[in-house]
């Protein structure tokens, strides 16, 4: 499975982008599909997640109300809208895919079994 994010840029605060992550290959084995984002100097931070198969989506307090996931199983692609950004926002977001779906462990990146390359998302005061 290889997984394509793009999307990123550079933003005012108050604006807004959508990412997006394709993924490609084995894709059929995949049920979760999530993003994370890591700041520079900082660990790694679970963002969303969404099930393939279900409706339900999982976000980090920070960005609940701001950020909505969704997803086109039909071409193997979730989103991420990003809404009202601000500066700490920024960071580099990668996307994320599992072979299983646990709403307990969704948030834990050792939940996914492959990674996209990340895409940086930079928001200027």
């Known amino acids: 499975v290889q997984l394509q994010a793009s999307g990123g840029g550079l933003v005012q605060a108050g604006g807004s982008l959508r990412l997006s992550c394709a993924a490609s290959g084995l894709t059929s084995s995949l049920y979760t599909m999530g993003w994370f984002r890591q700041a520079l100097g900082k660990e790694r931070d679970f963002v969303s997640a969404?099930?393939?198969?279900?409706?339900?989506?999982n976000y980090a307090d920070s960005v609940k109300g701001r950020f909505t996931i969704s997803k086109d199983v039909a071409k193997n692609t979730v989103y991420l809208q990003m809404y009202t950004l601000q500066p700490e926002d920024t960071a580099v977001y990668y996307c994320?895919?599992?072979?299983?779906?646990?709403?307990?462990?969704?948030?834990?990146?050792?939940?996914?079994?492959?990674w996209g390359q990340g895409t940086l998302v930079t928001v200027s005061s």
């Open positions: 969404i099930p393939l198969y279900g409706s339900s989506t």
């Open positions: 994320a895919a599992a072979t299983s779906y646990s709403g307990t462990f969704v948030s834990l990146s050792d939940f996914y079994n492959y």
